[in-house]
């Protein structure tokens, strides 16, 4: 059995239990919907195949970015797919984007600090950062 399989065994197994049990990808998508409106620009950072969220039906503009561009191919839970480097010059204008959602990329990341400048000036002033890792204190973050 695949891990993927085992995983969705395991979360049957939870539900069963604990009706009210959601994983840490449906607590996510929950929070990030709460924010979402129509006339929203959303830039799904290191997206690959998509989110638990399916942001077209949600906002006006979701672009996605990852430096994997077979990834990108499945993605259908953005408008927008553009293959780059998020360590390096994100390819938008400052203050472009209401929010920034990055789910489960920062612990990849070998240079955060260039990653959170660059999401910064991309995020407008009243913008709003979703991010999901693990584990916020990493080595990368750390060193």
């Not at 929070?31 to 620009?41: I, P, R, T, V």
């Not at 408008?79 to 400052?94: A, L, M, N, Y």
């Amino acid at each position: 059995m695949n891990l993927s399989k085992k995983s969705e065994e395991c979360k049957k197994i939870l539900r069963r239990y604990f009706p009210n049990y959601k994983s840490k990808e449906e607590i996510f998508a929950d929070f990030a919907k709460s924010y979402l409106k129509k006339e929203d620009h959303l830039l799904d950072v290191g997206c690959g195949r998509g989110s638990k969220i399916d942001f077209t039906n949600y906002i006006k503009l979701a672009v996605g970015i990852d430096k994997i561009e077979e990834n990108l191919r499945e993605n259908y839970k953005v408008h927008t797919r553009i293959v780059g480097d998020i360590e390096k010059r994100i390819p938008f204008s400052d203050s472009t984007f209401d929010i920034v959602a990055c789910e489960m990329v920062l612990e990849h990341l070998k240079n955060p600090l260039i990653f959170f400048k660059e999401l910064s000036r991309v995020l407008k002033e009243k913008g709003v950062f979703i991010l999901m890792t693990p584990n916020i204190v990493f080595g990368s973050l750390v060193n």
